[in-house]
């Protein structure tokens, strides 16, 4: 199976600033399938990015997608009080279908 | 509106068999794009895939949990279910049904089921 890890486990940040977000793949993720959910207390998670780059509906630009293989990268380019939440990536390249352990994203 | 909505017991005894439901308003699970998944949170943890299920009725599920699941759809009435076998208190968690695109692009609220005795 695709084992993914994020790092950091926690990010501390301040509203405006702005938050790079880490998955590493252990193998290479077929065809760039990669996700990015937004999971808030209480709730499901949201979709946020899928095929690596390309933002789910609704979702606002300053939530951007990179990486290619087995390195990938969740950018926020200024963090709005709704962003502090944690963050997954979950490869659907191959079957099982894996979920990263999250980056917690809170406020300093 | 696409919805999602799990139901079923809250509360499992060990060695017995976990049964939920999720009924789809908004859409048709019978379309040929998408599939239909279960996902489940154990507390405080990350996320783990189930199993999906396509509107021929065809299957796939984990490995790791292959053996004690069975994912099944009625499309007549709309709804998608997952039973879960022989129990234990590792399988207590949220469970999310959800529509894969994929990628899971639609999730029901999630639903706790705590297997104790």
């Known amino acids: 199976e695709n084992v993914l890890t994020q790092s950091p486990g926690t990010l501390s940040l301040s509203p405006g600033e702005r938050a790079t977000l880490s998955c590493r793949a252990s193998?290479?993720?077929?065809?760039?399938?990669l996700a990015w959910y937004q999971q808030k207390p209480g709730q499901a998670p949201r979709l946020l990015i899928y095929?690596?780059?390309s933002r789910a509906t609704g979702i606002p630009d300053r939530f951007s997608g990179s990486g290619s293989g087995t390195d990938f990268t969740l950018t926020i380019s200024r963090l709005e009080p709704e962003d502090f939440a944690v963050y997954y990536c979950q490869q659907y390249g191959s079957s099982p279908f894996t979920f990263g352990p999250g980056t917690k994203v809170d406020i300093k | 509106q696409l919805q999602l909505q799990e139901s079923g017991p809250g509360l499992v005894k060990p060695s017995e068999t976990l049964s939920l439901t999720c009924s789809v308003s908004g859409g048709s699970i019978s379309s040929s794009i998408y599939h239909w998944a279960w996902i489940r949170q154990a507390p405080g943890t990350g996320l783990e895939w189930i199993g999906s299920?396509?509107?021929?009725?065809?299957?796939y599920y984990n490995p790791s949990l292959r053996s004690r699941v069975t994912i099944s759809a009625d499309t007549s009435k709309n709804f998608f279910s997952l039973r879960l076998t022989s129990v234990a208190a590792a399988d207590t968690a949220v469970y999310y049904c959800a529509r894969h695109r994929p990628p899971f692009d639609h999730w029901g609220q999630g639903t706790l089921v705590t297997v104790s005795s």
């Open positions: 299920i396509y509107y021929t009725g065809s299957a």
């Open positions: 193998q290479s993720v077929i065809s760039n399938y």
């Open positions: 095929g690596a780059s």
